[in-house]
Structure formats: structure tokens, C-alpha cells
């Protein structure tokens, strides 16, 4: 058995989630004895054709190339995992999946017909069955090398399912909803972070996506509480995760002014 070979692939986004990877330095230097990067444009040009045994894919899908793209990177990997919010949830720019594409292209772009995009900006589940999905915007450094390390192990990663505020309790962070009144997302929030946000005294912004069976509708009245409107609300729950349904259903709960059932 020859040693396993690791991809990392880029679609649309802000390079930032491979930027974690490069920012691991000495436990890269450690995992590229271990493994043979095969594929990372990021840290350099030389390329292995594939198959892979685990492909990173960070970004979202957006353009009919990445359509391409992706079902083949999909096809010569063993193990692939989705990196990101953009690659888990479809990213900032799934804030398009709300308006006319068109109308925007028209007005960035001064020659729009040569712009070849679709309408909408999807995660890459959407499209090619994922493996696993590290979540994050970026990515937390600590949680990305326990996945790399279970795969050489031969086990399946750690990822937790639970909320932001598990996290808080667990590195003993006072909650600064309760003691300072500050609004958070921490509750609907899937972990992975280490509670970074609440750490430095700001509130979750939800950068993770919304944890498995969020109470949205609990929350609201609490944001509201501490002061957000439901414009505030809206952009919040319409940020990082916009392509997430449990998010974008807070935000249109927030606009009808939804109490809680």
C-alpha cells in the first residue's frame, strides 16, 4: 500500500480556508511526510493526477464550470471532504439565491454577456455526495487537523453536533448574552470554534451554520431583547450561512415578526 495521496481543489471563494491549512506550518511539515500532496495549487504548482484518496474542496458552486469540476474531482476521490462555509452552506455570495442574478450582473459588470454564472450559489453537497463537511469561515485550524489525522488512523473524524454553547461551558466562558446583554447566535450555532467569539466578549455571528435541529424561534425574541432589529436579525441569520435553510427561515420569521410557537 503506498502512501496516501491528499488533494485540495478551490472553487468559489476567498482562498481563506486554504490558508488554514498553510497556516498549520509545522504540522504541514509533519503531515507531508505522512501523506503525498497531490494536488494544492495554493503552496505549489506541482500536480499528481488523481485518484485521491482525500480531496479538500473549498468554495461553492456558482459558474456551469464548476458543475464540471466538481463531479469529476468527485469521481477520483476516495474520501471528500467540503471545507468551509462557502463549500458547506454556499457563502456570502449565496446572498444571490435571494435576488436576480441578472439585475446584478448588469450593474457590476460592464459587459454582462460574456459573464457565464448561474443564478444561484450552492454548497457542495448539493451536487455531489460529501463525506465529511468541516464548517467555519475560516475553518478551525485545530478541527482540520484532527480530520486529516483520523484519516491516516483509520477513523472517523470528531466532529461535534452540538451548540456553540456546549463550547462555552466546556473552556468556562461566562455567557455574554446573560451577563452582558450582548446577542448571540451561540444557541443555533453548530460547534467547532472553540466558542472563539464569546472568548473575546462579541457574540456567535453563526459562522458554522445552523447546529442539527436549531430552535430558531426561540432566539429571536431574545436578539430582540438585546436590542437587534429585524433588519439586524435579517443580515445576521443572512451572512455567512445564507444558503442555510434554517437560517434564511429565521430571517423570514424575523421579518413577519414571528413569536415562537
Not at 129 to 141: A, Q
Not at 205 to 217: L, T
Request: glycine letters at 8%; hydrophobic letters at 40%; proline letters at 7%.
Amino acid at each position: 500500500m503506498g502512501t496516501p495521496t491528499l488533494a485540495v481543489w478551490k472553487f468559489t471563494s476567498c482562498d481563506g480556508c486554504q490558508l488554514t491549512l498553510l497556516d498549520c506550518e509545522d504540522e504541514l511539515l509533519t503531515l507531508a511526510d505522512r501523506v503525498t500532496i497531490a494536488h494544492f495549487t495554493e503552496a505549489s504548482s506541482a500536480v499528481r493526477p488523481g485518484p485521491y484518496d482525500v480531496s479538500l474542496v473549498e468554495g461553492s458552486i456558482t459558474t456551469p464550470d464548476d458543475l464540471r469540476r466538481i463531479a469529476d474531482i468527485r469521481a477520483q476521490s476516495r474520501i471528500l471532504v467540503a471545507i468551509g462555509a462557502c463549500a458547506t452552506h454556499g457563502g456570502i455570495q449565496a446572498l444571490r439565491n435571494f435576488a436576480d442574478i441578472t439585475e446584478f450582473t448588469s450593474v457590476v459588470y460592464a459587459s454582462p454577456q460574456h459573464i457565464s454564472t448561474l443564478a444561484t450559489s450552492t454548497p457542495i453537497s448539493a451536487h455531489v455526495p460529501v463525506d465529511f463537511e468541516l464548517r467555519g469561515c475560516p475553518i478551525d485550524r485545530r478541527q482540520l487537523l484532527d480530520t486529516l489525522c483520523a484519516f491516516l488512523a483509520g477513523r472517523a473524524p470528531d466532529i461535534p453536533n452540538t451548540s456553540v454553547c456546549t463550547e462555552c461551558k466546556r473552556r468556562g466562558t461566562t455567557c455574554v448574552t446573560v451577563s452582558e446583554g450582548i446577542p448571540c447566535l451561540g444557541p443555533v450555532t453548530q460547534a467547532g470554534c472553540g466558542a472563539l467569539c464569546p472568548a473575546h466578549h462579541r457574540g456567535c455571528f453563526g459562522c458554522f451554520g445552523p447546529m442539527a435541529r436549531p430552535n430558531v424561534g426561540a432566539l429571536l425574541p431574545i436578539l430582540r431583547i438585546n436590542g437587534m432589529s429585524t433588519s439586524e436579525i435579517d443580515r445576521v441569520f443572512t451572512t455567512f450561512a445564507a444558503g442555510a435553510a434554517a437560517f434564511a427561515e429565521a430571517a423570514a420569521m424575523s421579518e413577519r415578526n414571528e413569536a415562537p410557537a
